[in-house]
């Protein structure tokens, strides 16, 4: 599957899953925002004088990890020669978090400014988060060729 079918869905998913994530983070005072943490993750790696960079990088990454998962979602479900349904979704957002979960877990052991963040509950916040991400994906690509042309 080309990343150009999945550009639209991986946005649509992308964006539900920060939209959930920054109202758990409001509502719970945490920080669960993935574009924060990916920022104050980097940032170590700029030159003071480009730290501003670190907050965009952050949105960018973040998006483009969205972006290369919808990739793979889609291929995985090209093969299958279905639209993706509820089912699928639900395996893909349990795939994508744990996933998620363990590139987070690296990030945070190889970062010099880990963030100050509840570990197990960030975790958990993942899991449902990429299930949010999952099925906004599924949804959008069933509007996307070639997954029209199945039932």
Known sequence: MKPTKAFFPSIV???AMTIFS?????????????PKLLAELTSDFF?????YIAKPGGWGM?????????TVFQEF???????????DSAYAGLISGLTGILIWQTL??????????????????????HLIFSAGVALTSRLVSPFKKYR
């Open 13 to 15: 998913g992308t964006t």
């Open 22 to 34: 920054y109202a758990v983070s409001g509502s719970r005072e945490e920080n669960f925002k993935e």
């Open 47 to 51: 030159a003071k004088e480009y730290k």
């Open 62 to 70: 973040h998006y483009a990890m969205g972006l290369a998962m919808a």
């Open 77 to 87: 479900w090209k093969q299958r020669k279905r639209k993706p349904n509820v089912k």
């Open 108 to 129: 945070f052991k190889v970062s010099a400014n880990s963030p100050k963040v509840s570990i197990k509950r960030y975790y958990g916040h993942l899991i449902l988060a």
